[in-house]
């Protein structure tokens, strides 16, 4: 079973709401992602969670905010963002075995902000 | 010099065509590599992983790696309309450090 999951799937906020996307994996999986991927370019990398701890953070904008309340789930609260902020927001997963750490992706949550 | 390079694309073949996909890359770190598929609106979906330069082949895909010349590939045999994808080529050093996407390909195979 390689599952992530992301809710929602789809979301629609203005630039003074507060919302949240969401994450989960129960694959034991040591690390956690977090992806934004704009229309025909590849996903570019947020966040990595590592035992629940930050361990990268992109220079990404205060208006998102990660968290890891617990090792399967992960959370991405987000604030007075902007119109260009719409993306597909992709969570991943990953499993280590020996050197090779391999990222399985959930399907994403698709969010635009008017 | 961009560290991954991806032959741009579009793609369009007709059905039953042999596809093939291709990235060069510039980081000798790098040494596990990956091909994902990603359809319009949903997640990339890891496809192939290789380690060592070689083939590896898993069905109607065959992904090769040839580590002199930073170069790998991704063959699709018999393609078909459900292969119509956007194909990313992603590597990595050791411990899944400095992973990183090709831009991708996009794939149409036509009816």
């Known amino acids: 079973d390689t599952e992530v999951t992301q809710t929602p799937k789809h979301l629609v906020m203005g630039m003074t709401n507060k919302k949240s996307l969401k994450c989960e994996q129960h694959?034991?999986?040591?690390?956690m992602y977090w992806y934004k991927q704009k229309a025909k370019k590849p996903p570019e990398l947020m966040f990595v969670?590592?035992?629940?701890?930050?361990?990268i953070n992109e220079s990404v904008p205060s208006r998102f905010s990660p968290e890891c309340p617990n090792s399967s789930l992960l959370n991405l609260h987000l604030h007075a963002l902007q119109p260009e902020d719409s993306a597909l927001y992709l969570c991943?997963?990953?499993?280590?075995?020996?050197?090779?750490?391999?990222?399985?992706f959930g399907p994403g949550t698709r969010l635009l902000v008017l | 010099q961009k560290e991954v390079e991806q032959d741009p694309g579009p793609l369009s073949v007709p059905e039953g065509a042999i596809v093939s996909l291709n990235c060069t890359y510039s980081?000798?770190?790098?040494?596990?590599f990956m091909w994902y598929r990603q359809y319009s609106r949903k997640g990339p979906e890891l496809l192939m992983y290789?380690?060592?330069?070689g083939n590896k082949e898993d069905g109607r895909f065959t992904a090769q790696v040839d580590k002199s010349s930073k170069y790998i590939s991704l063959f699709i045999r018999d393609s078909q309309p459900s292969d119509s994808a956007t194909y990313l080529c992603?590597?990595?050093?050791?411990?899944?450090?400095?992973?990183?996407f090709g831009p991708g390909t996009r794939l149409s195979v036509l009816p």
């Open positions: 694959m034991g999986h040591r690390a």
């Open positions: 290789t380690y060592s330069s």
């Open positions: 980081n000798s770190a790098f040494q596990y």
């Open positions: 992603a590597m990595s050093g050791n411990y899944g450090q400095n992973f990183v």
């Open positions: 991943a997963s990953s499993r280590r075995q020996g050197a090779r750490e391999t990222q399985y």
């Open positions: 969670y590592s035992y629940e701890k930050l361990s």
